[in-house]
């Protein structure tokens, strides 16, 4: 994964810089894409199964996209972030794309301020799962809540979610977490955009042949347009992680 520059992701930030988008030009055997995981690591482990098992007949590149929102929410954000940085399963590559609740998290622990912001998305399961009593959080004062957050948050979830980047570019579709202006090149798209848009704000039309599968706004079924895919299947209330297969012989949804 390449590196990212750093964002502070709260929309209406237009100043900052931006994470990386990545590009390849050449396909795998075989893509499968994971939408929001929001903290569900059962059903993360069920879908990441399997994917193995419907990935045996395929002997080339196997590659998992993660669609971003891994936190918030649901019961083990923390295990989630702990299952997405150890390997992959064998034979696989995975590349973790950002999603804007991840950006949310970072911030915070840059700069642990907004804890009734973070909590009205969701976390404060996230904090919950590492240990921490959000009440307590919110009694201390900000030098005291970042040493309470250093000691409890692994470095390497730290590191983790700042490296995450927003895209992932193939020949004729892109993985993004939230959805991409028709029109617009992957470098000029606004980072706001990639982590926050809903379907609405991005016309469908006129993407001349380009697929944007994404995840960000759920549903209690995937999405499936000649446009667009999104994998959000609002698995914290539905039970349902959504993922998509893409390869040479089309697509199909497993979900755990």
């Not at 002997?59 to 940085?85: C, F, N, Q, T």
């Amino acid at each position: 994964m390449l590196a990212a520059l750093r964002t502070r992701m709260w929309p209406g930030r237009p100043d900052e810089p931006v994470r990386a988008r990545l590009r390849r030009q050449r396909w795998p055997d075989v893509v499968y894409a994971i939408g929001d995981v929001h903290g569900c690591l059962d059903q993360l482990r069920a879908v990441e199964a399997r994917i193995v098992e419907d990935a045996r007949s395929y002997e080339g590149g196997k590659l998992i996209v993660m669609l971003g929102d891994y936190i918030d929410r649901g019961p083990d954000s923390a295990g989630v972030l702990d299952h997405l940085i150890s390997p992959p399963p064998p034979g696989f590559e995975r590349i973790c794309l950002a999603g804007n609740h991840e950006t949310i998290m970072a911030d915070f622990l840059e700069q642990p301020r907004d804890l009734a912001g973070w909590i009205s998305l969701g976390g404060d399961v996230t904090l919950t799962s590492y240990g921490l009593v959000p009440s307590r959080l919110a009694n201390l004062g900000e030098a005291r809540r970042r040493a309470m957050l250093s000691a409890h948050v692994p470095r390497q979830h730290v590191e983790f979610l700042n490296a995450l980047p927003t895209a992932l570019q193939f020949p004729g579709v892109t993985f993004v977490h939230a959805g991409l202006r028709p029109g617009v090149d992957l470098d000029d798209q606004s980072e706001h955009d990639l982590l926050w848009m809903r379907p609405d704000q991005g016309d469908d039309r006129n993407r001349e042949g380009h697929m944007v599968i994404h995840g960000h706004t759920p549903g209690s079924e995937p999405v499936l347009l000649p446009t667009r895919i999104c994998l959000d299947t609002a698995v914290c209330a539905t039970g349902r992680l959504t993922a998509l297969r893409l390869s040479r012989t089309g697509i199909r949804i497993i979900q755990s």
